[in-house]
């Protein structure tokens, strides 16, 4: 399937609770197509609920969401990933994953196919007819990825997907999200708390500030593609880059 | 395999549990501890107590014998079963029904749910006396005592389950432009369905107790009605048998229940 260039632009969006401090203060960002791009910043500063204004989950106060059309002009597809991996626990892996297809609007009669081809791309085979409640978390974390696969999105929107898994998952998550994503590259915001990650796996790093959220900073990756998100946690810069955006966020606070 | 069999066999902890197969199992003990306290009954009611009081096991059983040739039996069970399963069904679909449409529009919900709280503590034997005056002592009367025990149950049972919803997935399918109607077929139904389940297993009893009270108020017919008739001519047996073929009715209906819940909510195993 071909996907027309789409770019996602955040304009001056401002987000406030309340009579509070603004929870996201005229924040602007460019994504350009099959760009890459983490989001880190500590708890509070808004990352999330900036995912939640680009997919219309939540109204900005001001500001505007650029989503050019995709292909015959249909509104582009977004797909959210969230922490917990709201899977329904009354449908097996593959009728959950089917989710994706049925939402996407696939003909009814590829989606059976589709589904074997993600369960495969996610290494879950043999899995197929087990229910949510019998995986383990990294298992149903690549159960929510295979459903977002499915509905094939032109922007994912992932908010600390791996958040939840424990260090060895999450690395290997992390290497199976790359695999996955540059046979597609599609554009992906990924926002993180976990800034090793963040700079292991993106194009570019924006740093974000609590209270207002607001951008500090931006990192283009020094690393090439493709890459072992392993094997660059020996490399100094990758180790310099780590320290840089530390003392940011140390700044920032 | 025939290694694996072999070593399987050869193993005491499988070799002990295969001889204490029947004997050692749930089943077998149940049914041991049933008949110790038929025969402590029997022995009782022979020798210590009058059986006019406490009658007899093998009286009981002989009233059974005599009741199921006579045909007596299928006709007062048939009436009782009737009665409930109709109220049973008018209940579920009723009370599911108007379950969903509070849970839809929730300032209606407010506004009656005192109301609802209020005639779900009432006890329904009070309405009893009214059935019968307004539909006289036929079905009606009884399938609406076990319909009044029953419908509430679903409908707060239901709101109750649209009320602990995940949003989260909700929430996620909505941002992938799902519909209202794909929502409520892939979440809300499946999400519903088990409390409409544990819904049956509370009701299955309650339906029963409705028929029943039904009967022994006014009736010509049904279990309730031989029990009662039995009491009034001092036949402690009739009470007895009438009362035994409900313990087995009402046993056989939650097992039912049970099976077809666990199917339907297999995911939950």
Redesign the interface.
Known sequence: MTHAPVTLSVENITVTFGNDVPAILDLSLQVAEGEFVAIVGPSGCGKSTLLKVI???LPARSGHIRLPASEAGH?P????M?Q?D??????TVTSNIA??C???GMPKEQHAARVAELIALVRLTGYENH???ALSGGMRQRVSLARLLA?DPDIFLMDEPFGALDYQTKIVMGRELLRIWEASRRSIIFVTHDIEEAVALADRVIVMSPRPGRLVASHESLFERPRDPRSLRGDARFGALVQTIWSELAIAD | MVDNVMDASLTPAVSRRRQGGFFGSLFFQQSLFLAAMLALWEVLGAYVFDPFWSSRPSLIGERLWVLAMKGDLTWHMSATLTEAGLGLALGSVVGVSLGLLLARYTRAARITEPLFMGLYSLPRVALAPLFILWFGIGLPAKVMMSFSMVVFVFVLNVLEGVRSL?R??I????????SNG?IVR??LL??V??WIMASFRISVGLALIGALVGELIGSSRGLGWYIERSAGQLDTTGVFTGIVVLIAIAMVANNIVALVSNRL????A
């Open positions: 997919s219309g989950l509104k597809k977004i797909g959210f969230f917990r709201t899977l329904l626990p009354w449908a989710v994706g049925e939402l996407s229910y949510p409640g509905y | 995940d989260d997935p929430d996620l399918m909505r941002t992938m432009g799902a794909y892939r979440v499946p999400a369905l088990t909510t297999r995911w939950r």
